[in-house]
């Protein structure tokens, strides 16, 4: 079973104030972050760590690697910056602490809906990204996110992965996997692979959903995946299953078109599922909640919304289901067991 702890403000206090009790005179207690800062401002955390951003109706994610100073980007855009406020500038704020100047950065767009990637531009114009992986047709990303991509293949030589017709990775992508640097080289330490892109004749349907493994940890994000993406999608040598113990769940918690359908939601079996979503459509949609019945309920009682056609509720639960607008900022980290923590992180 996979154990997912939640660190509270109270614990971490607790363990400050039982240090200044076991110090010495020369020894100081570290001090406890500031209100407003982020816990997780390293750039090698030493875990994976995916920053789930609380922009809206949008998506925006970060996934933190282990070591190696290096941040994969899933996604980053909205169509309305939703009740926490979180607009371009704030993300840039939040980036920001989350790398120095010799990070290396690579952004995936799962497809060219503007609420998945309008973000990249106002946020990444002066960092360096290495490599990108866009989902869909480049003819349909706007001009501003155009001249940003020729802009980084200029200045930061930065290795552009499109794709003509469905694909799938047979082995590892390097630009979406996380390198741990040994003995003059590096070695890899999370593997990432595309589970399809560019499927049927919609830009949901084309959604680049891309699997990150870290020992017996997976996570999966999944973009506006429908049902015509998910009959496409296929497994790779290097992952077992779809098992997935972290979930985004697809479309921002969409039922229609397939999304989030049973035959995902058993196939995933997720123990935590995350939606990235705003007010504006209702979501994510309560059906498409139901269908993760294999969530634990290991967090402290919480509160999200979720639609139904014209109205909604909100639920109180102990379940492993955050909703970024209702819930805000959401920063898991796993270890290589499996074992998830949801940590404290306030910006």
């Known amino acids: 079973m996979t154990r997912i702890d939640f660190v509270g403000r109270g614990l971490l206090l607790s363990a400050i104030l039982l240090l200044a009790a076991c110090s010495t005179g020369s020894i100081k207690p570290t001090p406890p972050p500031l209100v407003g800062a982020p816990v997780v401002n390293v750039v090698d955390p030493g875990n ?7 922009i809206g109706a949008g998506n925006c994610q970060i996934a933190q690697c282990p070591s190696g100073n290096r941040l994969v980007v899933m996604d980053c855009g909205s169509k309305g910056a939703g009740t926490q406020d979180w607009d371009a500038g704030k993300v840039k704020g939040y980036v920001e602490t989350l790398i120095d100047d010799k990070s290396e950065i690579t952004v995936s767009i799962s497809h060219p809906d503007e609420d998945h990637y309008n973000y990249i531009a106002p946020v990444f114009a002066n960092m360096k990204v290495t490599s990108l992986y866009l989902g869909g047709d480049w003819s349909q990303y706007n001009s501003t996110f155009q001249d940003w991509v020729k802009t980084q293949r200029i200045k930061s030589a930065a290795q552009v992965n499109m794709y003509t017709g469905f694909y799938a990775s047979a082995t590892p992508e390097p630009g979406l996997s996380c390198w741990k640097p040994e003995h003059g080289g590096s070695s890899m330490q999370v593997a990432s692979y595309i589970l399809g892109v560019n499927a049927g004749t919609t830009k949901n349907d084309g959604s680049m959903v891309v699997a990150m493994r870290y020992g017996d940890f997976t996570t999966t994000f999944t973009g ?3 049902q015509a993406t998910e009959n496409k999608l296929q497994l790779p040598n290097g992952l077992k299953s779809f098992k997935a113990n972290l979930l985004t769940g697809a479309h921002h918690g969409a039922s229609s078109q397939g999304s989030n359908s049973v035959e995902w939601a058993k ?12 007010l504006r459509y ?12 294999t969530v634990g309920a290991a ?6 919304f979720c639609g139904n056609s014209g109205t909604g509720e909100n639920r109180k639960t102990t379940d492993n289901i955050l909703v970024t607008d209702s819930n805000g900022l959401i920063v898991i980290e796993a270890d290589t067991h499996g074992a998830m923590k949801v940590l404290p992180v306030k910006f």
């Not at 209702?282 to 019945?293: F, G, I, K, L």
């Not at 967090?299 to 999200?304: G, R, S």
């Open 48 to 54: 994976l760590v995916v920053h789930t951003l609380p």
């Open 267 to 278: 196939a995933t079996s997720p123990d935590f599922v995350i939606f990235s979503a705003g």
């Open 299 to 304: 967090l402290p009682e919480h509160e999200y």
């Open 224 to 226: 506006d995946m429908t």
């Open 282 to 293: 209702s979501h994510p949609r309560c059906d498409a909640v139901d269908r993760y019945t």
